[in-house]
Each structure stands twice: as structure tokens, then as C-alpha cells.
């Protein structure tokens, strides 16, 4: 595939851990960065590059893939999966942020959102139903229809209802989905914006909050959840986005994240880990009660969250 990149052609190639979805290789000792889109995850993999040329234009801390010797940002295989070749970014890539980056990471966020606030461009949807809780739901009876105690609380909880606010958003707010400069308590670039989408902005801040307090997601017991982290991605959040729009919302946002991705972990789980890499079966059943347990823990806080957001919300945005 590298022949279609004549910078990149021929240079050592290795691959790069880490990811649940893509392959991802580093090229020439880190000079580029090659990668396959999952086509059995991405269902329009041409339409996560058309989406991704889309929203170049609104932001500067994006990577923009190179375009190959014919002209396109990717190329194809013989078994018609989707390449491309990124520069590599210089930057700290972390699975878990140190206090004095939570909230430049919220930031970076936020300031996505003001970036692509008035684009009209229209996004293709990449992947079926993404985002879509009531369609998990379904997939989950019907994979599982024994009752255990997760299956149990997903059939219970009761999901909160976001009002239709079509904006664009990142769709995949994880801490690792930024790069953060060597020296300095600010975020150079965001990566992996393939989930681009439109939808609340709420959830990608409640996906902030669930990946900050997540970690590497694997374990429960990694799960670290405070008022004082919040309030540091709220306040982040609100100053990069200029404000933040609904905060009812975005307190119910993270227990909402959490819970759908849960769900998501235990589907693929029951249907033999067709979705999401793993390293040994067992490990997406980890994951679906790691993001479980967050869904609980983050429900029951949300009435404190929404004390948190309508403070961040009164204050100046300094």
C-alpha cells in the first residue's frame, strides 16, 4: 500500500499498539503514520475521508491525511479496504490525563465545537445507528436474552432523552484522541475524527468526563470519579465552546455516554467480538462492566453535576 505514497514507499514499517477499531502502523521510524479503516465497523469508509476533507477547512490542530501519487486522500486494496497516510504528529499521546491537563483537554473540545459551529456541510453517516441508544438496546435482547445482573441494569435504567440539537460534534472524545504538547499544558492536535457527526453536544462532553475518569477503560477499579474533575473539564468545555448550552443535559450526559458504550462492550461481547479488538476473550465483558459501573456511579452524582454546570455556566468565561 505504501507504493501509493512515493515519500513513504519502501520505508520499515511496524505496527502500533493501542486502538480498538483501526490497524495503525508507524512508518519510517515515525514519519508517517499508515492505517486501515475497519470496513465492518465504518460501513462508508470513503465517507469518513469525504467527512474528514469536510471539516479541515474549520479547524487548524487537525491531521490531515496526504494524498497519494493519483491525487486522493486514500487508496484501496485488492479487497477493497480503505488506506491512508497521515504525517506523524509530534505530541504526548496519554490514556490517562494528570490533573494539569484535564482541563486543556476539555478545552481543545470545546474549542472544537466554536470551530464547526456554523458549518452547513452535510456529514455522512459512517457507521450504522452510532450514537443511536434504543438501536444497542435492541441488539443486546437480542443477543443475549438470558438475564444476568448486567443485562438486568441495562433493561432497568431508565435513559435520559437529549433534545434534537443537530450540531457537529467530535463523536469520539477520548482523552487519547488528542496530542499534547511536549512542554507546555495545551493540546497541539486532535486525532480520529472519523465519528464526526451531528448530534448534542452534550454527549461529547459526557464522553469526555466517562474517558477522564475512565482511564484505559479496562477496569473498574481504575474508575475515578470527583466533583473537583468535573468541574475541571466543565470550566474547559465552557471556555473553549463559549458556554455551555444546556446543563441538565450535560449532567446527564456522562452517565448517558457511559451507559451506551457499556452496552455497545456487552453486545460485542455476546456476539463473539466481532466489533471492538481485543487482546483474550473476556475482555469486552471487562470493558461493558467497567462503563456499567461508571453509568452508575456518574447517575448517581448527576443532581451535583447540574449544581457544577449552572456555576460554570453563571461564571465569565476567563
Given at each position: 500500500?505504501?507504493?501509493?505514497?512515493?515519500?513513504?514507499?519502501?520505508?520499515?514499517?511496524?505496527?502500533?499498539?493501542?486502538?480498538?477499531?483501526n490497524?495503525?502502523?508507524?512508518?519510517?521510524?515515525?514519519?508517517?503514520?499508515?492505517?486501515?479503516?475497519?470496513?465492518?465497523?465504518?460501513?462508508?469508509?470513503?465517507?469518513?475521508?469525504?467527512?474528514?476533507?469536510?471539516?479541515?477547512?474549520?479547524?487548524?490542530?487537525?491531521?490531515?491525511?496526504?494524498?497519494?501519487?493519483?491525487?486522493?486522500?486514500?487508496?484501496?486494496?485488492?479487497?477493497?479496504e480503505?488506506?491512508?497516510?497521515?504525517?506523524?504528529?509530534?505530541?504526548?499521546?496519554?490514556?490517562?490525563?494528570?490533573?494539569?491537563?484535564?482541563?486543556?483537554?476539555?478545552?481543545?473540545?470545546?474549542g472544537?465545537?466554536?470551530?464547526?459551529?456554523?458549518?452547513?456541510?452535510?456529514?455522512?453517516?459512517?457507521?450504522?445507528?452510532?450514537?443511536?441508544?434504543?438501536?444497542?438496546?435492541?441488539?443486546?435482547?437480542?443477543?443475549?436474552?438470558?438475564?444476568?445482573?448486567?443485562?438486568?441494569?441495562?433493561?432497568?435504567?431508565e435513559?435520559y432523552?437529549?433534545?434534537?440539537?443537530?450540531?457537529?460534534?467530535?463523536?469520539?472524545?477520548?482523552?487519547?484522541?488528542?496530542?499534547?504538547?511536549?512542554?507546555?499544558?495545551?493540546?497541539?492536535?486532535?486525532?480520529?475524527?472519523?465519528?464526526?457527526?451531528?448530534?448534542?453536544?452534550?454527549?461529547?462532553?459526557?464522553?469526555?468526563?466517562?474517558?477522564?475518569?475512565?482511564?484505559?477503560?479496562?477496569?473498574?477499579?481504575?474508575?475515578?470519579?470527583?466533583?473537583?474533575?468535573?468541574?475541571?473539564?466543565?470550566?474547559?468545555?465552557?471556555?473553549?465552546?463559549?458556554?455551555?448550552?444546556?446543563?441538565?443535559?450535560?449532567?446527564?450526559?456522562?452517565?448517558?455516554?457511559s451507559?451506551?458504550?457499556?452496552?455497545?462492550?456487552?453486545?460485542?461481547?455476546?456476539?463473539?467480538?466481532?466489533?471492538?479488538?481485543?487482546?483474550h476473550?473476556?475482555?469486552?465483558?471487562?470493558?461493558?462492566?467497567?462503563?456499567?459501573?461508571?453509568?452508575?456511579?456518574?447517575?448517581?452524582?448527576?443532581?451535583?453535576?447540574?449544581?457544577?454546570?449552572?456555576?460554570?455556566?453563571?461564571?465569565p468565561?476567563?
Amino acid at each position: 500500500m505504501l507504493a501509493h505514497w512515493p515519500d513513504a514507499a519502501g520505508l520499515e514499517i511496524r505496527p502500533l499498539p493501542g486502538g480498538h477499531v483501526n490497524r495503525t502502523f508507524s512508518v519510517g521510524n515515525d514519519r508517517f503514520v499508515l492505517q486501515c479503516i475497519n470496513g465492518h465497523v465504518f460501513t462508508n469508509p470513503e465517507g469518513v475521508m469525504r467527512n474528514l476533507a469536510k471539516l479541515l477547512p474549520h479547524h487548524a490542530g487537525i491531521v490531515a491525511p496526504i494524498p497519494t501519487r493519483a491525487g486522493p486522500l486514500w487508496a484501496t486494496d485488492e479487497a477493497g479496504e480503505l488506506w491512508r497516510l497521515f504525517p506523524f504528529a509530534e505530541g504526548r499521546n496519554l490514556q490517562e490525563l494528570p490533573d494539569a491537563l484535564v482541563e486543556p483537554a476539555a478545552f481543545a473540545f470545546g474549542g472544537f465545537h466554536a470551530a464547526v459551529a456554523g458549518m452547513d456541510d452535510v456529514l455522512e453517516p459512517v457507521i450504522d445507528g452510532f450514537h443511536d441508544l434504543p438501536r444497542y438496546l435492541d441488539a443486546l435482547r437480542e443477543a443475549a436474552p438470558e438475564a444476568s445482573a448486567d443485562v438486568d441494569f441495562v433493561a432497568t435504567r431508565e435513559a435520559y432523552r437529549f433534545p434534537d440539537v443537530p450540531t457537529v460534534i467530535h463523536g469520539d472524545c477520548k482523552v487519547n484522541n488528542l496530542l499534547f504538547h511536549p512542554g507546555e499544558p495545551r493540546v497541539t492536535h486532535l486525532i480520529d475524527l472519523d465519528t464526526a457527526m451531528r448530534g448534542h453536544p452534550a454527549w461529547d462532553f459526557g464522553d469526555l468526563v466517562r474517558s477522564v475518569a475512565s482511564g484505559a477503560e479496562e477496569a473498574a477499579s481504575a474508575l475515578h470519579v470527583s466533583l473537583e474533575t468535573f468541574e475541571r473539564v466543565a470550566r474547559g468545555f465552557a471556555r473553549g465552546a463559549g458556554g455551555i448550552v444546556d446543563p441538565k443535559a450535560f449532567a446527564a450526559a456522562p452517565g448517558h455516554m457511559s451507559f451506551m458504550l457499556g452496552v455497545r462492550f456487552l453486545t460485542d461481547h455476546c456476539t463473539g467480538d466481532r466489533y471492538f479488538r481485543v487482546a483474550h476473550r473476556g475482555q469486552n465483558l471487562e470493558r461493558a462492566r467497567s462503563q456499567l459501573d461508571a453509568a452508575r456511579r456518574f447517575d448517581a452524582l448527576e443532581a451535583a453535576f447540574e449544581d457544577v454546570l449552572q456555576r460554570v455556566a453563571a461564571a465569565p468565561l476567563v
